[in-house]
């Protein structure tokens, strides 16, 4: 089993994706699962976080399955999926990234005589890794960074005026991005318990009829290098438990910090001899 404290899961759908993350793990070492699923784990430099990356495949429920195997195996601290998407909003363009305050799984409804009645089921971003997000992107000037919903599909939208298309913009229209495992990998680590999960998406395509112009351009390798880098630079702002907010990676919170003693986190049962601030 690898090294699992402190370990954030990275995890991808497609080989680019992965490549982009990787890129930022320059000593690896392959693990494999009992059931087969493999991971590359290695330290991120300048940071106290070993980073274990997985390339799950594309699909929502494939995503909620592995991701659930591979938290019960390494017991990560932090869930970041990072990838590629559509975007839905006219000024999110192409290789910007999204940063999801929150996943929207949009299939979610019934199917009723009088029509399709949506039964909204959303998931928050994780807050400490958002907040984390947002203090990297002010030190981002090459990447614009988008704070909004992520909307999740078993589906590649290739066209803006399709039903899809129509029936998202009326029930989730505050979506930024559109793509195809995040609500699976966050429902994962939501039933996991107390897991900071987040989706991190950068922009391949508008999710309209010149997607397949846009990938072929190498839009696609783009934008899962930027969204590689904002989750790189969010990881290096986000601390362990029990680490610092910020400083040496050498200083866990807590112990000595000069010169007094910090209790917290304990009982002290006797006398104590201080020097009060300003006295002799």
């Not at 793990?25 to 991120?44: D, K, N, S």
Request: charged content about 25%; overall charge neutral; cysteine-free.
């Amino acid at each position: 089993m690898p090294e699992t404290k402190p370990t954030v899961l990275v995890l991808t759908a497609l080989p680019l994706e992965y490549t982009a993350v990787r890129a930022h793990v320059p000593e690896r070492e392959e693990f494999v699962h009992a059931r087969g699923t493999r991971v590359e784990t290695g330290r991120l430099p300048d940071s106290p976080w070993h980073v274990a990356m997985s390339e799950l495949g594309v699909g929502a429920e494939r995503a909620a399955a592995l991701t659930a195997q591979l938290i019960d195996w390494l017991h990560p601290e932090a869930v970041l999926f990072v990838g590629v998407a559509g975007s839905l909003k006219d000024d999110i363009a192409v290789g910007d990234v999204v940063v999801g305050t929150q996943v929207y799984e949009i299939h979610g409804g019934k199917q009723a005589h009088d029509g399709f009645k949506v039964r909204p089921r959303a998931l928050p971003g994780s807050h400490a890794l958002e907040q984390a997000a947002r203090s990297a992107a002010r030190d981002l000037a090459e990447v614009r960074v988008h704070f909004a919903p992520i909307a999740t599909g078993d589906i590649v939208l290739a066209d803006s005026r399709s039903d899809i298309a129509r029936h998202i913009e009326r029930h989730y229209n505050d979506a930024g991005a559109i793509e195809m495992e995040g609500s699976g990998a966050a429902n994962a680590a939501h039933l996991s318990g107390r897991l900071d999960a987040l989706v991190v998406r950068g922009i391949s395509d508008r999710a309209d009829r010149n997607k397949r112009r846009a990938d072929a351009g190498g839009s696609q390798e783009r934008a899962a290098a930027q969204a590689a880098a904002v989750a790189v630079a969010l990881l290096h702002k986000y601390r362990p438990r029990g680490w610092g907010s910020g400083g040496s990676e050498e200083r866990p919170q807590g112990g000595y910090a000069g010169d007094h003693i910090d209790f917290r986190g304990g009982t002290f049962h006797g006398p104590v001899i201080g020097k009060q601030a300003g006295g002799r």
